[in-house]
């Protein structure tokens, strides 16, 4: 079976290897680079926003300084309060994000593999994707009260479509060439999945975790947002309520660095499967 494994997927190396763009790597794609040129738009707004608000060309009330917004963080965090919604915000988006992968990773298998699967659910699914996030948020209290269940649903809903559709598209269209030259090794069924067609589909499985994952982010403020006491989402809607435009902006803040660094931890794992599958 090792020969097998090796002879498929050495034909598919040679075809990577083939394509244009797979040769040294360019002076923008080295990770210094990247680095200080990702940092390079977030400090140029950081200076402007300062400038802006320092000057009094926008009114504090509006825009607080950049300093305002540091010290709101620290006074929640002083009280313990800051610490205790990042982490239910995180709890719930790594929860959703599973359980909506996980289902969409086999619902994508049976619709990408199955002829049947595909003409039963595709049409159905493909109108489901279509009702937007707040339209569930109704329903699911209704069906599951104000409780953990419900948000942890609605984001599990908004992690599945990506990853059913990235997935389900890339097993229907996996090279012939390489599922015949599996077969030519009697390959079948699980074995066939396994060696040659899990391998060809690891880069879309990973977009569309990627993408599921940005889409939890967004459905936990949909959920927090309406029916929540605590968390990222909560704030946001506790500081409009009472005026608290620093404490907005602190949550917008914190709702982008941790999807940057969630998204840069599913980064790191991707390199290291495609490093070991392709």
């Known amino acids: 079976m090792s020969r097998v494994a090796q002879g498929v997927t050495g034909e598919a190396t040679r075809r990577a290897q083939d394509e244009p763009g ?34 009094g060309l926008v009114p504090a009330y509006r825009l607080p300084t950049p300093g305002s917004v540091i010290t709101a963080g620290v006074e929640l965090a002083e009280r313990g309060q800051l610490w205790t919604h990042i982490a239910i915000s995180v709890q719930r988006v790594l929860l959703g994000f599973a359980i909506g992968s996980l289902v969409g990773l086999a619902v994508a298998a049976i619709v990408g593999l199955s002829k049947l699967g595909d003409v ?3 049409p159905t699914l493909a109108a489901l994707r279509a009702v937007p996030s707040l ?15 419900s948000k942890i649903t609605l984001i599990a809903i908004g992690a599945f479509f990506p990853v059913y559709t990235s997935v389900a598209d890339a097993l229907r269209h996996v090279d012939p060439h390489l599922v015949e030259a599996g077969r030519s090794f009697s390959l079948r069924g699980w074995s066939l999945f396994r060696t040659v067609q899990l391998p060809a589909v690891v880069p879309s499985v990973m ?23 605590m968390g990222l989402g909560w704030m946001l809607n506790d500081s409009q309520t009472n005026g608290r435009v620093d404490r907005i902006l602190l949550a917008i803040v914190l709702l982008a660095l941790l999807g940057t660094i969630t998204n840069a931890i599913l980064g790191f794992i991707e390199r290291r499967l495609l490093t070991r599958w392709t």
């Open 120 to 122: 039963l659910l595709s």
């Open 22 to 55: 797979s040769g040294p790597r360019s002076l923008w794609s080295r990770p210094g680079v990247r680095v200080i040129g990702g940092l390079l738009v977030p400090a140029v707004i950081l200076l402007v926003w300062q400038i802006a608000t320092t000057s």
């Open 135 to 149: 339209a569930w948020v109704p329903l699911l209290i209704l069906w599951m009260q104000i409780g953990e269940e």
């Open 207 to 229: 977009s569309g975790l990627r993408l599921a994952l940005a889409q939890s982010w967004l459905f936990l403020v949909a959920a927090e947002l309406i029916a929540s006491s």
